[in-house]
């Protein structure tokens, strides 16, 4: 059975760091693209990020260009997410995926980790 | 504003038929990418209720079904449960915006 367990939520201030974890099992990790999608507080869902599967190619969304960045390990069955220089509207429960997929566009994310939520506030 | 359109809410009575319509453009969906469906229950995390062209993972009923037309997509539930309440995703690639897409979500409530 896939599991995705996420950690490291909690609350920041803005400008603040915080770094998430995911630890994936029941699969072969290194053999998958791996997701970040959050959720803000009653809000749809928003992607954040992609890693393919030897960590070297990397796509993010526009809102956290510059500011996040997506890591894995692939020895240790993690995925990570640093995120740098939070904001208020960065507020969301995140989600770990593992995301299906023949090239590096399109695809879907057919399983997601339980979420981690993020406050950033004062 | 999300890039694609779903309305915000449906409903529909136990045993019913109801739909969900996902409206993109010709950057994701009237450019052949697929569109995927995701289903989350109140207070619980997505999961993918049907990918592509009517591929459903293990243990999703096919009283769910997905049709595609150009720009659009849509989400059918026939025999309406009342576990079937909760909020449905369509998702997309939008090759002009080179991101991972969402609809803003539909509530479906089982009346």
């Known amino acids: 059975e896939v599991q995705l367990v996420e950690s490291g939520g909690g609350l920041v201030q803005p400008g603040g760091s915080l770094r998430l974890s995911c630890v994936a099992s029941?699969?072969?990790?290194?053999?998958?693209?791996m997701s970040w999608v959050r959720q803000a507080p009653g809000k749809g869902l928003e992607w954040v990020a992609n890693?393919?599967?030897?960590?070297?190619?990397?796509y993010y969304a526009d809102s956290v260009k510059g500011r996040f960045t997506i890591s894995r390990n692939n020895a240790e069955n993690a995925l990570y997410l640093q995120m740098d220089s939070l904001r208020a509207e960065d507020t969301a429960v995140y989600y770990c995926?593992?995301?299906?997929?023949?090239?590096?566009?399109?695809?879907?994310?057919?399983?997601w980790g339980q979420g981690t939520l993020v406050t950033v506030s004062s | 504003q999300s890039v694609l359109t779903q309305p915000p809410s449906v409903s529909g009575a136990p045993g019913q038929r109801v739909t969900v319509s996902c409206t993109g453009s010709?950057?994701?969906?009237?450019?052949?990418?697929?569109v995927h469906w995701y289903q989350q229950l109140p207070g619980t995390a997505p999961k993918l209720l049907i990918y592509?062209?009517?591929n459903r993972p293990s243990g999703v009923p096919d009283r769910f079904s997905v049709s595609k037309s150009f720009t659009s997509a849509s989400l059918a539930i026939t025999g309406l449960q009342a576990e079937d309440e909760a909020d449905y995703y369509c998702?997309?690639?939008?090759?002009?915006?080179?991101?991972?897409?969402f609809g803003g979500g539909t509530r479906l409530t089982v009346l």
């Open positions: 029941g699969f072969t990790f290194s053999n998958f693209w």
């Open positions: 592509g062209n009517n």
């Open positions: 995926a593992r995301r299906i997929a023949g090239s590096a566009t399109g695809g879907n994310f057919d399983n």
């Open positions: 998702q997309s690639y939008d090759v002009g915006l080179r991101r991972w897409v």
């Open positions: 010709t950057s994701n969906i009237g450019k052949g990418y697929d």
């Open positions: 890693i393919k599967q030897d960590g070297y190619e990397k």
